[in-house]
């Protein structure tokens, strides 16, 4: 037989070791993984040059915008900025405009995403209006349900105890998740209300009003729902250490509770925000540094499942407000991710091994992504391959992604990916997007 692809001289990372080896690559899937002997013909032939080929990058919290916001991102800028990171499946956040929140708006969704990505993209859904419509939103394919606890943004009353408990009854009868924005709104705004009405409008007034307590008595407060109903609970961007350590108390009982950090809560410090201003903005945002060592522990010892960008990309008029309270949240992360990552690879504080579980191995696992994950005979054609030796400074300028600014801007990285293969197919090489909008495929829930 004759296959599609087979790619030579790679130093695969198959089941915790890394091996010199070949794959056959064809019809999107790999075939089969061995030496270069005994791969079949095939249509085409590319020789890898030695470097490292990973399980495909997942990022399990991403906001690709589009739509109401289009100007922000859209698909097709959003997809171009994964594949560039080294991404090859992105699950796209229900923030947006209209709000994901019905089986009839992940529909239209779906349909606009569908002809222009560039990655294997999954969706997460709000709550509903009515939670009895859960069973046609997860019928439709979303991934998760996303409950932000800042302030309400689908149809359930975040500040009611028990119809928090109903919705989560209906996430563990659906089999599925429910992923938290763990910052609690009345902590939240009790604060901002008293900064603001004595004059504050400064980057320490924002820590304030955003203090590790408003994330402590969130992550407490929905513990003790999904105690109650053992659904599946993912917390994002986990930011504290008595956070975290409360996660980690649950998980121990036996709970089926999962959790995320971010890059940039583990490379940024509060005095960094000070120095780079309102850029740095994130919310919840980067903490002081003995936060930022639990969360390094947190990897080492496996409490932390997995790494997220959180990508949220924003116009950079939006990110220079005169106003600490009016800035938009968030930074692009998808294309800076994995530099870091490989960075503190050759800094001695992660492993390869760490890389692929926190952002391949385990994203699969949590999220249900059947052939995702592990470079598997079988699986999915989704790879990412790395130049461990390449250095460069990060430049936000040349971003796939609209928004074109950075916390990291000049940073000094080494190691980088420098090709992205999707369901088999070349994506990105050498930092340029060399396929066709639409390459991507539409994930649904099983």
């Known amino acids: 037989m004759t296959v599609d692809l087979v790619l030579t001289r790679a130093k695969a990372y198959l089941e915790n070791e890394i091996v010199d080896c070949s794959l056959a690559i064809d019809d999107g899937r790999i075939l089969k993984i061995g030496k270069e002997s005994i791969m079949p013909k095939a249509t ?49 956040m229900p923030n947006n405009d209209p709000v994901t929140m019905s089986a009839e708006t992940l529909r239209g969704r779906m349909a606009i995403a569908e002809s222009t990505i560039l990655v294997n993209v999954g969706f997460y859904s709000e709550f509903p209006n009515c939670l ?29 105890d028990a119809a928090l408990l109903k919705a989560f009854e209906a996430v563990k009868k659906l089999r599925i998740l429910a992923a938290v924005h763990a910052e609690d709104k009345k902590c939240l705004n009790r604060a901002m209300d008293e900064l603001k009405r004595v004059g504050r409008n400064d980057i320490d007034a924002y820590l304030e009003a955003h203090s590790e ?50 890059p940039h809560n583990l490379c940024l410090s509060a005095d960094d925000l000070r120095k780079i201003g309102t850029l740095a903005i994130t919310m919840p945002p980067v903490r002081a540094k003995p936060e930022i060592t639990a969360l390094w522990n947190g990897i080492k010892n496996g409490c932390i499942d997995i790494l997220a960008s959180d990508h949220a990309p924003h116009a950079l008029e939006e990110k220079k407000t005169k106003t600490v309270w009016n800035v938009k949240v968030g930074i692009p992360g998808l294309e800076t991710t994995l530099p870091l990552m490989l ?25 249900n992504l059947e052939g995702k994950g592990r470079l598997k005979e079988g699986n999915a054609a989704d790879l990412t391959v790395v130049d461990l030796r390449k250095k460069c400074k990060i430049d936000a300028s040349k971003f796939q992604s609209k ?44």
Not at 60 to 84: I, N, P, Q
Not at 415 to 440: A, C, H, R, W
Request: hydrophobic content about 40%.
């Open 44 to 92: 085409s032939k590319k020789d890898l040059g030695n470097l490292l080929v990973l399980p495909g990058l997942i990022d399990a919290h991403v906001h690709l915008r589009d739509e109401g916001k289009a100007y922000k991102e859209d698909f097709c800028s959003g997809t171009a900025a994964a594949a560039a990171g080294g991404f090859t499946t992105v699950l796209d």
């Open 343 to 367: 960075t503190e690879v050759k800094r001695g504080r992660l492993s390869i091994a760490d890389i692929v579980r926190l952002t391949s191995e385990k994203p699969a696992e949590i999220f």
């Open 132 to 160: 009895s419509e859960m069973k046609k939103i997860v019928e439709e394919g979303a991934i998760a349900f996303k409950l932000y606890m800042t302030e309400q943004v689908g149809g359930l009353d975040i500040d009611d």
């Open 213 to 262: 307590n408003v994330e402590v008595q969130a992550v407490k407060r929905i513990l003790g729902i999904a105690k109650t109903t053992s659904a599946h609970v993912h917390f994002c961007h986990v930011s504290t250490e008595k956070g975290l350590r409360a996660i980690c108390e649950e998980k121990k009982s036996g709970a089926l509770i999962t959790c995320e950090t971010t």
């Open 403 to 446: 928004a074109k600014y950075s916390p990291f801007d000049g940073w000094q990285i080494e190691g980088k990916p420098v090709k992205t293969f999707v369901n088999g197919q070349l994506i990105m090489e050498d930092g340029e997007i060399v396929s066709q909008p639409g390459s991507g495929k539409i994930i649904r829930s099983r």
